[in-house]
């Protein structure tokens, strides 16, 4: 994200305080952001406030000139990656359908040429207004993003759509916009993530500590090279990657049914999930006596969905995971040779610093002939990064 440049227009609604949150977060990843803010988003926290955030003075009157008595509007315009309007309000984005341009932020909009966000914010009355929707409609078809607001109780104590989105969903899609490129464009992926869990009782199962983060990091950097993406994932707590697809299962053969139902039409397939190899033979409708369970829980084998793949591979590039707590690069080239496999990403469970659980892995990457490729520690989101890059060469 070094170099990036975010210009973040900063206009006047009470959910204004969620802005610093969000330059905060895109300061963490080392992107540039210039905030513009109208005279009415200073009547609700001082400009200082948003400089001491961002690092840069904080643009707020349309007639002062920049360094060399350039004039500064025009500058911001021509080096933005990037335009964000947060809260955006229904008079910002009135004026922006209308090509109105009467301060600073409405004029340096006019004169951009970067892509454009738009995050509402207001009543819910006011959103869902037909000249609203009407504006939005218009900067739709132009081309700027929406990033739509959430329902819930909002500051007026009415309750309804019209609440700004997280910090979080709004960093996301610059995050997006910013990264977004083309390498894997018309390519249809489909990631599998967390863990499975085998009933054994109305409240007791198997299950392993998988948190899934891996594989939803791995939808995530496909989705940012232009993949279309299908997420099968576990039981998780985990939002949704933006823009992918998400499938929610819980067993091992309720994963295997929905990735098989769709593998004829898939070009990539990640497997990262951590399915369990057995379940139960039964599952009681009934809780059962635990001298029951201890004497005897008869287990079977669930189905290998990495080896049936492999075996019914055409068109299809398969990457599998293998977490090991040890001999982890042997077992995986025994695995990627078993299993027709294109791509193995390998991992030691056993460390504490990374694997399940962790916001961070250390893996190797061993290709179909062999080759081994260590990855240091890294958060997983920029080892999954680093996979998709290498998935990209390959089928290209």
């Known amino acids: 994200m070094k170099h990036k440049k975010v210009v973040l227009g900063v ?6 305080y969620k802005t610093l949150e969000v330059i905060s977060m895109l300061k963490k990843l080392e992107v540039e952001v210039q905030v513009i803010m109208t005279r009415h988003a200073a009547q ?67 004169a951009t040429r970067a892509p454009l966000y738009v995050a509402p914010a207001m009543n819910t009355r006011m959103y869902e207004h037909a000249s609203v929707q009407e504006n939005l409609k218009i900067l739709r ?62 409240v007791r199962f198997i299950s392993n500590p998988s948190s899934g983060k ?15 993406v299908c997420l099968v994932a576990g039981p998780v707590t985990l939002k949704t990657p933006l823009g992918v697809e998400r499938i929610d299962v819980t067993t091992s053969e309720e994963m295997y049914r929905e990735v ?3 593998y004829d039409e898939t070009d990539i397939v990640i497997k990262a999930a951590a399915v369990l190899d057995y379940r139960p033979q039964k ?4 809780k059962i006596k635990k001298e029951d369970i201890e004497s005897s829980l008869p287990l079977e084998r669930t189905r290998d969905i990495l080896k049936t793949l492999g075996e019914h591979k ?52 061993i290709t179909r002939d062999l080759q081994v490729t260590h990855v240091a520690l890294n958060k997983k989101s920029i080892i999954a990064k680093e996979i998709l890059e290498k998935i990209a060469d390959m089928v290209e």
């Open 214 to 228: 891996m594989g939803f990091e791995m939808a995530r950097a496909a989705r940012r090279l232009g993949a279309q």
């Open 314 to 365: 055409k068109h299809q590039f398969l990457v599998g995971f293998a977490a090991q707590t040890h001999d982890v690069v042997a077992y995986a080239k025994e695995k990627i040779i078993a299993k027709h496999l294109d791509f193995m990403v390998a991992n030691d469970v056993s460390r504490t610093s990374s694997g399940f659980r962790t916001d961070e892995n250390e893996v190797y990457l």
């Open 283 to 286: 599952v009681f409708e009934k």
């Open 141 to 202: 078809d132009r081309g700027a993003g929406i990033i739509e607001p959430e329902a819930g109780r909002l500051a007026c104590g009415d309750t309804g759509r019209g609440k700004l989105a997280t910090p979080e969903d709004i960093v996301e899609v610059i995050l997006f916009a910013l990264e977004a490129r083309d390498r894997l464009k018309g390519k249809r992926v489909l990631v599998t993530a967390g863990p499975t869990v085998e009933p054994i009782d109305p």
């Open 44 to 110: 609700f926290i001082h400009p200082m406030t948003f400089e001491a955030m961002s690092g840069k003075r904080v643009l707020t009157d349309l007639f002062t000139l920049g360094e060399d008595s350039r004039i500064e509007h025009i500058e911001v315009a021509k080096t933005a990656d990037l335009f964000v309007i947060v809260p955006a309000t229904a008079n910002i984005i009135a004026k922006m359908a209308h090509g109105i341009a009467d301060d600073l932020l409405s004029t340096t909009l006019l």
């Open 11 to 16: 206009t006047g609604g009470i959910a204004i």
């Open 260 to 262: 098989m139902a769709r």
